[in-house]
């Protein structure tokens, strides 16, 4: 079985964050959306791993060989961003041979197990129940609880079953096949050449999808979902004793502090994420994502997400900042 990745979007539902670094490098809970994935993974023994990468790419990648030196990766690039279906299809070479393709969206966070969809005879299709569908690719099952049709945000669902962002095709030419002929023909759904449109061209052809429904799923895509999915993460988390101690600070627990942070006459937690090398001097942090060298002083905040190279000095606020920002309201 070969995983295969998309993360060519640009995200810009989390802009400004993502104007300069891409959405599944995002920090949470102590370690990029991307890793999560990737040892969600490699958990249940996929061992080769294909990365469609478009916007801001090389730093996904340099990402991946600075974290997984060993991984077996290999790198397809979307020029275009013309729909799922096409990133699929862009790396269709990379595929070529594969008896089984695991796609698993590359900027959601997810609890689910990943080896009873592995072990299910059939292609199965991750999915939750929504309170609204119309935001999403929507199942509907048979009465042989199959799945009869799929359908890309459609106007009037006539299910509330989400697919999630999880996928696990056994008949990986026949995929292929699908989305070529969609492409050929230029069929598209809103805009876009879909995977939902490729799988229900599957399911015409005679291939039978199951469906599993996961405990949780966050699509990481707006801050309030991106601190929602912090909280949950941090909450399953073992809380281990920062190995460095920080002078007349405390820490209310759950909260994920990286390698080599400078903090002092503060209050963290619970809920805060706090990057590599940043600095932290008398200030209240609590429900808030705080980005690699960043530097907060005297300032109270909660519900912020604080890109990487930032500095804010005196403030009481909730923020959406990007990297590489220096805010002064002293």
Not at 183 to 211: A, Y
Request: net charge negative; hydrophobic share 40%; with cysteine.
């Amino acid at each position: 079985m070969k995983a295969v990745i998309p993360v060519a979007g640009a995200g810009t539902r989390l802009r400004p964050h993502t104007y300069t670094q891409p959405k599944p490098l995002i920090p949470v809970a102590g370690k990029p959306i991307i890793a999560f994935i990737v040892d969600k993974l490699l958990e249940v023994g996929v061992t080769d791993f294909v990365f469609i990468i478009g916007y801001l790419g090389e730093k996904i990648e340099n990402y991946l060989h600075q974290a997984y030196p060993n991984l077996n990766k290999e790198f397809v690039v979307q020029n275009e961003r013309m729909g799922l279906g096409h990133a699929i299809w862009t790396a269709r070479n990379s595929l070529v041979g594969t008896d089984e393709i695991f796609i698993i969206l590359g900027d959601i966070i997810f609890d689910a197990d990943l080896s009873k969809m592995i072990s299910n005879p059939l292609s199965c299709l991750g999915v939750k129940n929504v309170d609204d569908p119309r935001e999403f690719g929507v199942v509907e099952l048979g009465e042989d609880n199959l799945v009869k049709k799929v359908v890309e945000k459609p106007r009037i669902p006539k299910s509330d079953l989400a697919i999630v962002g999880l996928y696990k095709i056994k008949e990986v030419s026949t995929l292929i096949d699908c989305i070529e002929n969609n492409i050929q023909n230029d069929v598209r759904t809103m805009g876009e050449f879909q995977l939902t449109d490729g799988l229900m061209c599957m399911i015409e052809k005679g291939v039978q999808f199951s469906s599993y429904t996961v405990n949780n799923w966050f699509d990481c895509g707006r801050k309030g979902i991106l601190l929602e999915t912090n909280s949950m993460l941090l909450d399953k988390m073992e809380q281990k004793t920062p190995a460095q101690s920080f002078a007349n600070t405390i820490i209310i627990p759950p909260v994920s502090i990286g390698e080599n942070c400078e903090i002092s006459n503060s209050i963290l937690g619970p809920h805060v994420t706090i990057g590599d090398n940043a600095t932290i001097k008398s200030s209240i942090v609590k429900d808030s994502i705080i980005g690699n060298y960043a530097t907060i002083d005297e300032v109270m905040l909660h519900h912020s997400v604080i890109g990487s190279d930032t500095s804010i000095k005196g403030l009481k606020q909730s923020l959406n900042i990007g990297d590489n920002t220096e805010i002064d309201f002293s």
